[in-house]
């Protein structure tokens, strides 16, 4: 047993009310640079929808994340020979118009335009050209369903249901959606790190942070292929890629990332999970897609164990951080209460950011003027009618397995319904007594579900390891050492020439 840390985190999507505060917090802090203005390092999806980049995670067009190879795994469209093939076009890389051209608007205009009897406009003006131009996309083009027909029925996840089914989730009146606030996942097996050739990528050991040495990256973007999330960028200006770095300042001074901070509906949570790195070929390698949400679960441990908390310390790990593993948040959503599923865990870079998955009005469906929960024919009645079909949230969470999300979504609805009648009472005692002990869940776990959910507080919700300030203080100073940095690694000016 090899035994690391990992910072993990947990996004309720019931929660999410998609106003975007936390992109703008990234952005403020991270990428409100030249040549970054079209990153979004955390960005805010409506599901259904493409994305951002647009169909990100159809990997027939981008070739991104890992196969399997025989016993093994190999990177589906980058590492050295692939590498190699494409070194002066690869076809897999998406393109300015598959993220969008960032653009301004000409401000000035609106004061110095010439007395006339037109209102003055700011005209649209391109970030990367500084011509006018006409908005063609965004980030959040199909924010909200926007423009349905041209997104949201694009949308790979689709792929399981017949064209009934997809039918009936474009009826008007049944016709729903949910967000899906993404970061990069500092995944246990990397695809960017992997397919680096110039070993610009790292893990940090520490806390399993990803991170691009701006120094050594030089601008192959195999890591912008690798990445099947797409959440590793190429900065034009500079020449350099860059990525999520999880805050890792912010972290080692206590502080939750700046999306995590700012998210208006408290959907984030953050902490330890102790994890057996041994295991990482055996489950990445996991043989069908099926089993793969079980194979991760698998690997992380139980931070109480003494086993666990032995080998922990023999591999160098801070009595801080075991005390941290044990209070996570993530590892009571993921491992104690079963409820948080990882993002396409089909791309087999073993994600280390969890997703309740939504919800949603599935509890409110009625039957003959009466709530179908408060009748026991019916426990389970709001899945299966569920506005949002199982069989897409499963190619979302669990690579297809639908057992896994009914098994997370019976889960919340048991909790919802012992909450409503400890607080309104008006759903029958044996219907809650029945869900509850199907799903295995005893009220004092209900309790606790509902209550970091809902009540949680800022400590209770990030649970940060202690760091030795003295070194992320030295950090600081060897990265400010470098010319014309930014002070934590990114250049403000092209490479080129110095
Ligand atoms: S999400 Fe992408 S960029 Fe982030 S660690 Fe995983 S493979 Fe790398
Ligand atoms: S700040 Fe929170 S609630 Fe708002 S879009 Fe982001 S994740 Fe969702």
Request: hydrophobic residues 35%; glycine residues 8%.
């Given at each position: 047993?090899?035994?690391?840390?990992q910072?993990?985190?947990?996004?309720?999507?019931?929660?999410?009310?998609?106003?975007?505060?936390?992109?703008?917090?990234?952005?403020?802090?991270?990428?409100?640079?030249?040549?970054?203005?079209?990153?979004?390092?955390?960005?805010?999806?409506?599901?259904?929808?493409?994305?951002?980049?647009?169909?990100?995670?159809?990997?027939?067009?981008?070739?991104?994340?890992w196969?399997?190879?025989?016993?093994?795994?190999?990177?589906?469209?980058?590492?050295?020979?692939?590498?190699?093939?494409?070194?002066?076009?690869?076809?897999?890389?998406?393109?300015?118009?598959?993220?969008?051209?960032?653009?301004?608007?000409?401000?000035?205009?609106?004061?110095?335009?010439?007395?006339?009897?037109?209102?003055?406009?700011?005209?649209?003006?391109?970030?990367?050209?500084?011509?006018?131009?006409?908005?063609?996309?965004?980030?959040?083009?199909?924010?909200?369903?926007?423009?349905?027909?041209?997104?949201?029925?694009?949308?790979?996840?689709?792929?399981?249901?017949?064209?009934?089914?997809?039918?009936?989730?474009?009826?008007?009146?049944?016709?729903?959606?949910?967000?899906?606030?993404?970061?990069?996942n500092h995944c246990l097996n990397p695809a960017?790190?992997?397919?680096?050739?110039?070993?610009?990528?790292?893990?940090?050991?520490?806390?399993?942070?990803?991170?691009?040495?701006?120094?050594?990256?030089?601008?192959?973007?195999?890591?912008?292929?690798?990445?099947?999330?797409?959440?590793?960028?190429?900065?034009?200006?500079?020449?350099?890629?860059?990525?999520?770095?999880?805050?890792?300042?912010?972290?080692?001074?206590?502080?939750?990332?700046?999306?995590?901070?700012?998210?208006?509906?408290?959907?984030?949570?953050?902490?330890?999970?102790?994890y057996?790195?041994?295991k990482i070929h055996?489950v990445a390698?996991t043989?069908?897609?099926?089993?793969l949400?079980?194979a991760q679960l698998?690997i992380y441990?139980?931070?109480?164990?003494?086993?666990?908390?032995?080998?922990?310390?023999?591999?160098?790990?801070?009595?801080?951080?075991?005390?941290?593993?044990?209070?996570?948040?993530?590892?009571?959503?993921?491992?104690?209460?079963?409820?948080?599923?990882p993002?396409?865990p089909?791309f087999r870079t073993i994600p280390n950011?969890?997703?309740?998955?939504?919800?949603?009005?599935?509890?409110?469906?009625?039957?003959?003027?009466?709530?179908?929960?408060?009748?026991?024919?019916?426990?389970?009645?709001?899945?299966?009618?569920?506005?949002?079909?199982?069989?897409?949230?499963?190619?979302?969470?669990?690579?297809?397995?639908?057992?896994?999300?009914?098994?997370?979504?019976?889960?919340?609805?048991?909790?919802?319904?012992?909450?409503?009648?400890?607080?309104?009472?008006?759903?029958?005692?044996?219907?809650?007594?029945?869900?509850?002990?199907?799903?295995?869940?005893?009220?004092?776990?209900?309790?606790?579900?509902?209550?970091?959910?809902?009540?949680?507080?800022?400590?209770?919700?990030?649970?940060?390891?202690?760091?030795?300030?003295?070194?992320?203080?030295?950090?600081?100073?060897?990265?400010?050492?470098?010319?014309?940095?930014?002070?934590?690694?990114?250049?403000?000016?092209?490479?080129?020439?110095?």
């Open positions: 047993m090899d035994v690391r840390s910072v993990s985190m947990v996004f309720h999507l019931d929660k999410c009310i998609g106003c975007h505060t936390c992109s703008i917090a990234c952005k403020n802090v991270w990428t409100d640079r030249k040549g970054a203005e079209y990153m979004w390092w955390n960005n805010v999806e409506t599901k259904p929808g493409t994305g951002y980049p647009t169909k990100w995670e159809n990997q027939d067009i981008y070739k991104g994340g196969e399997k190879n025989g016993n093994s795994v190999s990177l589906k469209g980058a590492g050295k020979l692939r590498g190699l093939k494409n070194i002066f076009h690869n076809p897999h890389l998406p393109v300015l118009d598959d993220y969008y051209e960032p653009w301004t608007y000409k401000y000035e205009d609106l004061f110095t335009a010439p007395e006339g009897d037109d209102q003055p406009t700011a005209r649209p003006v391109s970030l990367v050209t500084g011509e006018h131009m006409d908005v063609q996309a965004g980030p959040n083009w199909d924010d909200d369903l926007g423009g349905s027909i041209d997104y949201a029925r694009q949308d790979v996840n689709f792929k399981d249901l017949s064209p009934a089914e997809q039918e009936v989730m474009f009826q008007l009146e049944r016709m729903t959606f949910f967000y899906l606030p993404r970061i990069c960017c790190v992997a397919s680096c050739p110039s070993g610009a990528l790292y893990k940090r050991g520490e806390d399993g942070v990803v991170l691009i040495n701006q120094q050594v990256c030089r601008a192959w973007r195999m890591c912008v292929t690798a990445c099947p999330y797409k959440k590793s960028y190429y900065n034009w200006h500079t020449g350099k890629s860059e990525k999520c770095i999880l805050c890792y300042p912010r972290l080692e001074s206590g502080q939750a990332p700046a999306c995590m901070h700012q998210c208006v509906g408290r959907i984030r949570y953050l902490g330890v999970m102790l057996d790195a041994d055996e390698s043989e069908k897609e099926s089993d949400v079980d698998g441990l139980d931070p109480f164990d003494p086993e666990v908390i032995k080998a922990a310390k023999k591999n160098g790990i801070a009595d801080s951080t075991i005390v941290a593993a044990q209070k996570s948040p993530v590892y009571k959503f993921v491992k104690e209460w079963k409820i948080a599923l993002l396409h089909e950011l969890f997703y309740v998955p939504a919800l949603m009005p599935g509890m409110a469906t009625v039957q003959d003027g009466v709530y179908e929960e408060s009748n026991p024919q019916f426990l389970w009645g709001g899945i299966d009618n569920n506005r949002m079909p199982v069989k897409y949230l499963s190619s979302l969470f669990s690579a297809g397995n639908t057992g896994k999300v009914v098994e997370v979504l019976k889960r919340l609805m048991a909790v919802r319904w012992h909450r409503r009648q400890v607080t309104v009472g008006d759903v029958k005692q044996d219907v809650v007594d029945k869900a509850m002990q199907e799903v295995s869940l005893g009220k004092e776990t209900a309790d606790a579900i509902f209550r970091l959910t809902s009540l949680a507080t800022f400590d209770e919700r990030f649970v940060i390891p202690p760091a030795h300030r003295e070194e992320s203080i030295e950090m600081l100073e060897s990265t400010a050492d470098v010319k014309g940095s930014t002070g934590f690694g990114f250049r403000e000016k092209p490479a080129r020439g110095w």
